[in-house]
């Protein structure tokens, strides 16, 4: 997800770090709800952590259309929002293979990457 999002986040304004690194590490201090396993995603704003699928609609907010038209999906109550979600995680490995960390090939921003 971070690999397509630095490609297509034209205004730079996403940061990406992987879940069992050093700036997850200090972000779970203030935010102990962040996943350490590679199954999660979340995604930090204005002090507030999201989780699972409101994580990638809110993240969606700053890339330009039409992935930015899903931001106000994350409205939606996550009883609505995750079960799609955890669908999606459940079956991508048999799509796209399972990875041990995070792959970013030929990432366009490398420093837009955090420890």
Known sequence: MAGWA????RERRLWFAPLQGETAARLRLLHPGIPAALEGVAFVEDG???????????AA???PPPWRWAGPLA????????????????VRYRVWGRFDACRLPGAPDPERLLP
Do not use: G, N
């Not at 630095?6 to 986040?9: E, I, N, Q």
């Not at 009883?79 to 955890?86: K, N, Q, S, T, V």
């Open 48 to 58: 507030r952590l999201h989780l699972r699928a409101r994580a990638l609609l809110l």
């Open 6 to 9: 630095l490609r297509h986040d």
């Open 75 to 90: 409205r939606l109550p996550a009883w609505l929002l995750d079960p799609p979600y955890r669908l999606v995680a459940r």
């Open 61 to 63: 907010r700053h890339l």
